[in-house]
Each structure stands twice: as structure tokens, then as C-alpha cells.
């Protein structure tokens, strides 16, 4: 099959690669409609580090087309979700919605692929009603494979309540959406910090009701300007980066939580303002499966649209130029269709 692979920093290539095949009973093979590059995956595509020539790309949906021995829920010709974190749905973590920490927990090896493999089918896949959707459907439904689920969990980690004020740090798509997802909680107040003019539109578009496009202090004190001095009731940190996580504590109302869910990368947390303020921490890698089924019911009902954040749709074939965009900010996600 062709799939997206990765060989060094900024090396990415299509290439033929051997078709993933069932090789436990609880798998399914699943034809991809259609993957995209996240915003994760350009932390390896910028690592002076990286080497490889493995698969990479965690996010699709499409058609299973093979499934295994003990896999009861689903058949051929199903139209599914495929979490990035596919998990039993069995284990004791994942009674207790911690699927991150399923005793069989597994990844998406190959979502910028024709085909990838999921190794825990009914534990993991939420099938779509009816068979494939409508093309115009295919954005969104594939922003529940991750990034719709993860700014889902930022905004449920930060305790968005109705009538609360939401404060979300980061403007890419994961950010984006937990835009989207405090609006759907019932934030009434929703500052959004972005720099960058269409990322800031689209915020809007979702619900933002606050751009603040400064950075460090003086985007804490514009915060503060607009809270009244009182600061977020619920801030949802959706970068990784040290300077984002500070930002995030700094305009958390005391007694408040963020809920952070970018990959971190070399973060120190302000502990002592932890303690003093007793401000929590709470999130991390999104339960996907346990959002899903809600997050499923309201893009096929019309009530969420975050098919939106994509903002470039390519050929599998160009996933180099997908990547180039995304690293140089031109493009905010970019879908790619095998």
C-alpha cells in the first residue's frame, strides 16, 4: 500500500510499504477515506533527532475491510471512527474511562495510509450509522478520531461549566476545538489567545466570544482586563510548550483547574503557584472512545461542525507539502485523501 512515512527531520515521504495484516483475533484492517497530519506529528518532523523510515500518522476513518476471529461488534463494510488510543474497553481503566491507561493500549500506526490496522476493534471503533457519509460529513467525523475528542477533553479536564468564563491557550486545531467544545459546554465568556487573523476568525466562527492576541504577560494582563481582574474560570492549555503551560496558570482563577492536553515539551510546572492558589492540573492524552458516541451524535445532528479546521485538503501523495504548511503556519490542518 502507500503510506506516509518519515526518515529524518523535515523528511517526509510517500512510499510503498507492506499492507498491515490481521494479526490478532480482536483486529480489523480499515481502508482509509481519509487521515490528515496532526499537529503532534510535527514535533517528530522538526526533532534534529528523528530517524526512521516507519509509517507515521494517527488520525482516520474509513471502511473496515477484514476483521479477526474474536472482533463481534463489527463487520466488513462498516464505516468507523478509529481512535488515535485504541483500547479493550474492558480492562479496569477503562471501566473507569481511563482508556490512556488500558492494559492493551495501542496507536494508530498508519493513518496517512490507503490501509491501517486496528488491534482492538470492538473496544476501540465507533461505527457510523448507515454506511459512509456524505463527503461533506467526512471533516468533521474525522476530527473525532483526535482532535475534536482532545479539545473535548481540555475543556472537560478545566471543569467548563454553563455561564462559566473559559480561557483557551493555543490556536491551532486542537485549541480550535476546545473553542468549539466550551461553547458546547456552556462557557459564557470564552477568550481565545491567537495571533494569527484566521485562526482568530475561525475561533469566533466556534465561539469565542475574546481574541487576545499578545503572549506571555501581556496576554495574562489583557486577561485580566477582561475578567475583571478574577481570571479564568477554566483555561484549557492546548500547546505543550513551557511559556503556553505558564500562561495557562497564570490567568487560572484561584481554586480553578487547567486542563492541558499539548504533548509537553520540556515543561516546568509553576508548582509553587500550584500550591499558593491551589490550582490544579488535570487532562493529559484524550480518552477518545469515551467522548466519541456524544461527539458522533452532534456532528450527525449538526450541532458542532469541526471539519472546519481543515483548511487544506491533499492527495496522500502530496503529504510532504501537507507537512510544509503546517509547519509554516500557511495552513492550520490539512486533510489528505488516500
Given amino acids: 500500500m502507500r503510506a506516509t512515512t518519515i526518515h529524518g527531520p523535515r523528511d517526509i515521504r510517500v512510499e510503498d510499504v507492506p499492507d498491515p495484516r490481521i494479526k490478532r483475533p480482536t483486529d480489523a484492517i480499515v481502508k482509509v477515506k481519509a487521515g490528515c497530519v496532526c499537529g503532534s506529528d510535527l514535533w517528530p518532523y522538526r526533532d534534529e533527532s528523528t530517524s526512521g523510515g516507519h509509517t507515521i500518522g494517527h488520525e482516520a476513518i474509513g471502511e473496515i475491510v477484514e476483521v479477526g476471529g474474536e472482533v463481534r461488534d463489527f463487520r466488513v463494510g462498516d464505516f468507523v471512527v478509529v481512535p488515535f488510543c485504541q483500547s479493550d474497553n474492558t480492562c479496569a481503566a477503562c471501566a473507569t474511562g481511563g482508556y490512556g491507561g488500558c492494559e492493551n493500549l495501542g496507536m494508530t500506526q498508519s493513518g496517512q495510509a490507503e490501509y491501517t490496522r486496528v488491534h482492538q476493534a470492538d473496544g476501540s471503533l465507533v461505527a457510523v450509522p448507515d454506511g459512509e457519509p456524505d463527503a461533506a ?50 462557557a459564557e465568556r470564552i477568550i481565545a489567545l491567537s495571533r494569527h487573523e484566521p485562526r482568530q476568525e475561525l475561533a469566533k466562527k466556534f465561539g469565542a466570544t475574546h481574541i487576545v492576541p499578545q503572549r506571555g504577560k501581556e496576554a495574562t494582563a489583557a486577561v485580566m482586563e477582561i475578567t475583571g481582574g478574577v481570571g479564568s474560570d477554566a483555561t484549557l492549555e492546548c500547546v505543550g510548550m513551557d511559556d503556553a503551560m505558564r500562561t495557562a496558570f497564570a490567568v487560572a482563577r484561584p481554586g480553578t483547574t487547567v486542563g492541558f492536553v499539548g504533548v509537553p515539551q520540556d515543561v ?6 500550584m500550591f499558593s492558589k491551589n490550582i490544579g492540573l488535570a487532562g493529559g492524552m484524550a480518552p477518545v472512545r469515551k467522548y466519541l458516541p456524544d461527539l458522533l451524535d452532534r456532528v450527525l445532528t449538526g450541532a458542532i461542525d469541526p471539519g472546519q479546521v481543515f483548511d487544506l485538503t491533499l492527495p496522500l501523495e502530496q503529504a510532504p507539502e501537507a507537512y510544509r504548511a503546517m509547519d509554516e503556519r500557511r495552513a492550520i490542518k490539512v486533510l489528505l485523501q488516500p
Fill in 268 to 273: 516546568q510546572l509553576p508548582i509553587g503557584k
Fill in 137 to 186: 460529513l467526512l471533516p468533521s467525523l474525522l476530527t473525532l478520531s483526535d482532535v475534536m475528542a482532545t479539545g473535548w477533553h481540555a475543556a472537560v479536564s478545566a471543569g467548563v461549566t454553563p455561564g462559566s468564563t473559559a480561557v483557551v491557550v493555543g490556536d491551532g486545531a486542537v485549541g480550535l476545538c476546545g473553542v468549539l467544545a466550551a461553547r458546547e459546554l456552556g
